[in-house]
């Protein structure tokens, strides 16, 4: 999910298919400039040159687009959310979206029991030192906790606190660990939601058809787009966790066919 999957030149825009310009044309009518701080954070671009420089665009597109950002700040505000926690950190994009969405919530950048309102886990110490030194450049250092580490481990730790939005981006076979942590130690708050990014990847879609345990010898559509052999496992999980989810009678969940796939994620009343 590039960030130049959203930001395009006037080329771009004249080569784009129909759906191309859609996307463009919806991503500048986010835009908002009537918020503050804006809808698009100003350093966001910077961001992501840098990550391209350093790591190169097949390893940049981990980060999220200006699109989606701009929607999870959206989401940030329309639940009025105080606490977010993010697994998978990668160079900070997702989280100065989110930190700027909660100032313009009034969160002030550490609460009353000492918490920083974004906790952003990630087992990258690499990724972790660029993404402080993105959120310094941001402004937003002071409401962002980098956790480094396992993120099973890091959550076990987590358990007592509560957070209003939980996105998960990062190791996607553990999807489903990271989600029945969340839900069974009481971790997302009343009315909260939970993101999980990429639920629908090229190598997860072709397992439209088959039923969950999937078996080994399990055959997926043969799809005449590009898969990556290496990513089966990867897309046997995420197609388990999406239809774990689905049939989880403590939630609801609703699939967004943007990008690679957005899960928006509730639990039901007395869950």
């Given at each position: 999910?590039?960030?130049?999957?959203?930001?395009?030149?006037?080329?771009?825009?004249?080569?784009?298919?129909?759906?191309?310009?859609?996307?463009?044309?919806?991503?500048?009518?986010?835009?908002?400039?009537?918020?503050?701080?804006?809808?698009?954070?100003?350093?966001?671009?910077?961001?992501?040159?840098?990550?391209?420089?350093?790591?190169?665009?097949?390893?940049?597109?981990?980060?999220?687009?200006?699109?989606?950002?701009?929607?999870?700040?959206?989401?940030?505000?329309?639940?009025?959310?105080?606490?977010?926690?993010?697994?998978?950190?990668?160079?900070?994009?997702?989280?100065?979206?989110?930190?700027?969405?909660?100032?313009?919530?009034?969160?002030?950048?550490?609460?009353?029991?000492?918490?920083?309102?974004?906790?952003?886990?990630?087992?990258?110490?690499?990724?972790?030192?660029?993404?402080?030194?993105?959120?310094?450049?941001?402004?937003?250092?002071?409401?962002?906790?980098?956790?480094?580490g396992d993120a099973h481990e890091s959550l076990n730790e987590l358990v007592g606190?509560?957070?209003?939005?939980?996105?998960?981006?990062?190791?996607?076979?553990?999807?489903?660990?990271?989600?029945?942590k969340i839900v069974g130690s009481k971790m997302l708050a009343k009315g909260g939601?939970?993101?999980?990014?990429?639920?629908?990847?090229?190598?997860?879609?072709?397992?439209?058809?088959?039923?969950?345990?999937?078996?080994?010898?399990?055959?997926?559509?043969?799809?005449?787009?590009?898969?990556?052999?290496?990513?089966?496992?990867e897309g046997r999980a995420l197609h388990e966790f999406n239809e774990y989810v689905?049939?989880?009678?403590?939630?609801?969940?609703?699939?967004?066919?943007?990008?690679?796939?957005?899960?928006?994620?509730?639990?039901?009343?007395?869950?």
């Amino acid at each position: 999910m590039a960030f130049s999957e959203t930001i395009g030149t006037n080329e771009d825009y004249e080569q784009a298919s129909a759906d191309q310009l859609r996307m463009f044309y919806a991503a500048k009518a986010s835009v908002n400039t009537n918020v503050d701080p804006p809808s698009m954070p100003s350093t966001i671009g910077a961001v992501h040159a840098d990550t391209v420089a350093q790591h190169g665009e097949r390893v940049a597109i981990m980060a999220i687009s200006g699109y989606q950002g701009m929607l999870q700040s959206f989401l940030v505000g329309l639940l009025n959310a105080r606490r977010v926690l993010e697994i998978g950190t990668f160079t900070g994009a997702s989280a100065i979206f989110f930190a700027n969405a909660l100032k313009r919530n009034g969160v002030a950048s550490k609460s009353t029991d000492g918490h920083k309102p974004i906790v952003s886990l990630d087992i990258s110490h690499e990724f972790a030192q660029t993404a402080r030194q993105n959120f310094d450049r941001a402004g937003v250092n002071e409401y962002v906790d980098v956790v480094v580490g396992d993120a099973h481990e890091s959550l076990n730790e987590l358990v007592g606190q509560t957070f209003d939005i939980v996105f998960l981006d990062a190791d996607k076979e553990s999807y489903r660990a990271y989600y029945d942590k969340i839900v069974g130690s009481k971790m997302l708050a009343k009315g909260g939601l939970i993101i999980a990014d990429n639920t629908a990847f090229n190598w997860v879609t072709p397992f439209i058809d088959i039923s969950v345990p999937v078996a080994k010898d399990a055959v997926p559509l043969r799809v005449p787009y590009s898969r990556h052999p290496e990513c089966v496992d990867e897309g046997r999980a995420l197609h388990e966790f999406n239809e774990y989810v689905r049939q989880d009678p403590r939630s609801e969940v609703v699939m967004l066919p943007l990008f690679t796939g957005i899960s928006l994620i509730r639990l039901l009343p007395d869950n």
